[in-house]
């Protein structure tokens, strides 16, 4: 496993990537690490991507960390370093499950 990047590079490789950081990129401490969100609303219908637009700065985002990535229901892209798969969350074979 690779060693986990702080804030401070993964931020760093973004911008060197000339990725402008705006509210198109969010940054959240999860228990594994950090998470990259990237989600650029439509503008024709609120809380939903622009999937044009979303998936174009996700590739950019994915050349410069080369993170794991997953898709959300809403169209954002969300990037974990070392992003174990756990399967699907209602299957009762998951480790997702309760």
Do not use: P
């Not at 809403?74 to 009762?92: H, L, P, V």
Request: net charge negative.
């Amino acid at each position: 496993m690779a060693k986990k990047l702080t804030i401070t590079q993964i931020k760093s490789r973004l911008k060197k990537a000339n990725i402008v950081l705006d509210e198109t990129i969010d940054f959240e401490k999860g228990y594994d690490g950090w998470e990259v969100e990237v989600f650029i609303e439509s503008t024709t219908q609120e809380g939903v991507a622009d999937d044009e637009k979303t998936d174009a700065l996700s590739d950019k985002v994915m050349d410069a960390l080369k993170w794991e990535c997953t898709k959300t229901g809403y169209g954002a892209w969300i990037f974990r370093q070392n992003m174990e798969d756990k399967g699907e969350w209602c299957s009762t074979n998951s480790k997702w499950h309760y």
